[in-house]
């Protein structure tokens, strides 16, 4: 379904389960979407669970950002909130995937009283370090392929001093030339097929487009690339970490700052994964989601 959150439609999916445990699901990206979690999770999670996602401000099968609108970083956190009243729920639980994750700890710091527990899956806290860490990846898999000279291009970058933004933007633009090899700088694990012929080849076209202007006024405002590390120490409520075996994203540097200044915090490594659980080992993700918010 399609509501109108702080006057923009967001495309929101809410299961019929009604449980008094309510759980909000926020995706990556920026500019993912939450298709691909709700195809693995929503019957799994959705049984056990109120389970609410939605597509953020202007991805995917929600409304566009339209030239000249205004679109920050805020809203997103903003929309995040108000969903929360429209659907009349006191206090939910959130998960937060890659770019959800850094979106639910600037969340859980400004909305503390309307959270019971956090689960961080595969996040990333800081983009400059994530940079980093995708870009030694990626040089990984060139020399895997015997591209020694995007190889260097990688390493170079990832040893310099460049800020997190053209971290970034450098991975991103380094990493196109692996083309169908691409997502295995994140995925381990791809034996759980997500049919998308739901919908067709022009409409995915047209919610990538989407999601480019999403991320894009997201790197021209450039307040992403500041850290939220140091706001783990101000979240006391419960929280997990859950990290994939094989996934980078969420390198050691903030692990290690996960565990030191996170007073609720719980560590939990899956195996024969990388950065997506909730689809590349479905049934251990619902089990682990499930056994720590029922605690």
Request: net charge negative; charged share 25%; aromatic share 12%.
């Amino acid at each position: 379904m399609h509501l109108k959150i702080n006057g923009k439609e967001l495309y929101i999916e809410v299961s019929e389960n009604t449980s008094d445990k309510a759980v909000l699901f926020l995706h990556g990206g920026p500019g993912g979407s939450c298709f691909e979690f709700t195809y693995h999770q929503a019957k799994r999670l959705g049984h056990r669970f109120k389970l609410i996602a939605m597509d953020q401000r202007g991805v995917c099968r929600s409304e566009a950002i339209h030239d000249g609108e205004s679109f920050s970083l805020n809203d997103l956190i903003d929309d995040c909130e108000e969903l929360r009243k429209h659907l009349g729920i006191q206090r939910w639980s959130i998960i937060g995937h890659s770019f959800g994750g850094y979106l639910a700890t600037l969340y859980a710091h400004r909305y503390p009283n309307f959270i019971e527990k956090v689960i961080f899956e595969a996040p990333t806290f800081d983009f400059g370090l994530t940079g980093k860490a995708l870009l030694l990846k990626t040089a990984d898999l060139f020399k895997k392929y015997q591209q020694s000279d995007l190889q260097e291009k990688c390493l170079k970058l990832a040893n310099s001093s460049s800020s997190p933004k053209e971290l970034v933007e450098g991975f991103t633009e380094l990493s196109t030339f692996l083309e169908d090899k691409r997502m295995h700088i994140y995925t381990y694990n791809f034996s759980n097929h997500t049919d998308t012929t739901v919908y067709s080849e022009d409409q995915w076209e047209s919610f990538y487009d989407k999601s480019e202007i999403h991320f894009n006024r997201l790197k021209e405002e450039g307040k992403i690339f500041t850290s939220v590390l140091h706001l783990l120490k101000e979240i006391k409520i419960p929280c997990l970490l859950m990290l994939g075996e094989h996934d980078v994203v969420t390198c050691p540097i903030q692990v290690e700052v996960f565990n030191k200044d996170v007073s609720q915090g719980e560590v939990v490594l899956i195996e024969n994964c990388g950065h997506t659980p909730h689809y590349e080992t479905p049934e251990e993700y619902c089990e682990l989601v499930t056994r720590f918010l029922m605690e």
